[in-house]
Structures are given as C-alpha cells and as structure tokens.
C-alpha cells in the first residue's frame, strides 16, 4: 500500500478547529487502533486491512496535528485531554458506544484522559509499547517549550534534515529496518508538510510533566492484553511490569514480551493481528 492509497481510504470529520481524517473499514465488532509521536494511522496499514477480514470494523484515526489530520495554530490545542475529546467525537459520530481500543506510544496519555472521562467507552484495552507509567518512559529527547525546541522539531519539516532524524529514529525503533522507500515515504509526508505542533507539544510539555495515571489504572475494569517490544529503547516494559499488571489485574498468558523494538507494527504485524483476534474471541 502506497500513502496515496492509504489517503485515498480515508474519510474526514469536521471539528470546531478542524478536520480529523480517520479510515473506517469493515463490518462487526469495532476497533480503534491509535497512533503516537511522531507517526499517524500509517503506522497501522500493515494490520487493519486484516483485522477487517477476520470481521472487524476498525477505525483508523490521525489526531490533530499529525497525518492528515489538521495542525490548527494553539499550544494547547494538543494536550491529551482535547486529543481524548475529539476521539470521543468521532466515534459518537460513527455512532459506536462501545469498542475494542489498541493504542501505541503517545497514544496511552490519549487514552487514559479518554478513559477518565468515558470509561465504559472501552470494552477491551490492546496495549502496545505505549506511555503508562514514568518507570517506564525513558523519551529520546526532553526540551523547554522555547525558541530552541521549535527550531529542532522544525528541522522535520525539511527534506534535508527530515531524511536524516528519521533515518535515527528507525534505526532507534526497530531492530532491522527493513522498511522500503515507500514504507518511508508515509512516514515523512505529512511532517514535511508541517504536521509538526503535535509533536512539539509532547517533547516541550508532555516529556517534562508526564500525567500520572496511578491512581487511573486500578478502577479501570476492561480486559487488557499486552504486546510488548522487549528491546524498545524509548518504552520499557520491565520497570513498570509489576505495578501495571497488578493495578489491570492481567493476566500472565495476556502479556507478551516480543523480539522487537519500538515499532513493533513494522516489525511483527501477523503477531499483533493474531494475538489481538485471540484475545477478542476469548472474551
């Protein structure tokens, strides 16, 4: 799949600060799967197409400020809380009260705010090398909200550059890159086109005063189930395995520790898809 076929897939919502894009295909039990920083619904182009065979319907969205989601101007605009609203948004206007929700990176700090506010909303949490803990959080780069931070992020928006921090970033998050130009290719259009303030947001905010969902965790109810990259550099498992297990109550066989990095959707797309159909049918 090429990013303009992935594109061409998908719909648009309007929002009161603008256009969410978000693929939604198939029929049956709902999904969500959910991006991070600094990536968008591509990261998942090897897996929904699947998921959707086996019967599900599976919703793919870009947040603001990445993919081809709007970047509208306004720091906050991106804090977790309003990124947890606009998904609330768009499955309301999908008219799905209830679904299945696999999340990645960033994805977690949208997804426990969403889970704050709407916690029967999630009937079942798949959960990826993803931000939960501090234990665990270990980010490539910590900055200020400051002129210097926004010269390094913009650095993404040129072609030059953009070649060579995304070059560092496979290299850091997957244990072979393997991927192809085209692989690539979806990964740096939409940040040189500027979808660079979401990201901006989380190293000059989010990366200093990390949410602390200790006291979240334990009253959540949902099923959870656990795929891991063991070797991530950015996300640990390990430090936070206990206190996490504990406070979801999940079970050993739900969690999986994997040969893989950081993006384990490149890496290991066929375990994701079988052992998340595995985990759903058993519930």
């Not at 709902?30 to 897996?47: D, E």
């Not at 809380?81 to 609330?88: P, T």
């Not at 909200?145 to 030059?160: A, G, H, W």
Request: hydrophobic share 35%.
């Amino acid at each position: 799949m090429t990013y303009n076929e992935f594109k061409t897939k998908q719909k648009s919502l309007r929002l009161p600060e603008g256009q969410l894009a978000y693929i939604d295909e198939g029929q049956g039990e709902p999904i969500m799967l959910l991006h991070g920083v600094p990536t968008s619904g591509w990261l998942y182009r090897h897996i929904f197409p699947e998921l959707v065979k086996k019967g599900y319907r599976v919703i793919v969205p870009d947040m603001f400020g990445f993919g081809s989601s709007d970047s509208p101007k306004g720091y906050d605009k991106y804090h977790e809380k309003h990124q947890a609203q606009r998904l609330l948004k768009l499955m309301e206007h999908l008219k799905i009260d209830e679904w299945t929700h696999m999340f990645h990176d960033a994805g977690g700090l949208w997804t426990w705010e969403l889970l704050k506010i709407q916690p029967q909303a999630i009937k079942q949490l798949i959960i990826l090398n993803t931000i939960i803990l501090k234990s665990g959080f270990t980010p490539p780069m910590r900055f200020g909200n400051n002129f210097v931070t926004k010269f390094m992020i913009s650095l993404y928006s040129y072609r030059l550059t953009n070649g060579m921090l995304m070059k560092g970033l496979f290299k850091s998050g997957l244990l072979h890159n393997n991927l192809s130009k085209a692989d690539i290719e979806g990964y740096k259009t939409p940040l040189l086109k500027g979808k660079i303030k979401g990201m901006y947001y989380f190293f000059s905010k989010t990366c200093h005063n990390l949410p602390n969902y200790s006291a979240l965790l334990p009253t959540l109810k949902q099923p959870a189930l656990v795929i891991w990259g063991k070797h991530d550099e950015f996300l640990k498992w390990e430090p936070q395995e206990d206190t996490i297990k504990h406070a979801l109550q999940i079970k050993n066989e739900n969690v999986h520790s994997i040969e893989g990095k950081h993006f384990i959707q490149e890496e290991v797309p066929e375990k994701i898809i079988k052992l998340t159909h595995q985990f759903i049918q058993k519930q």
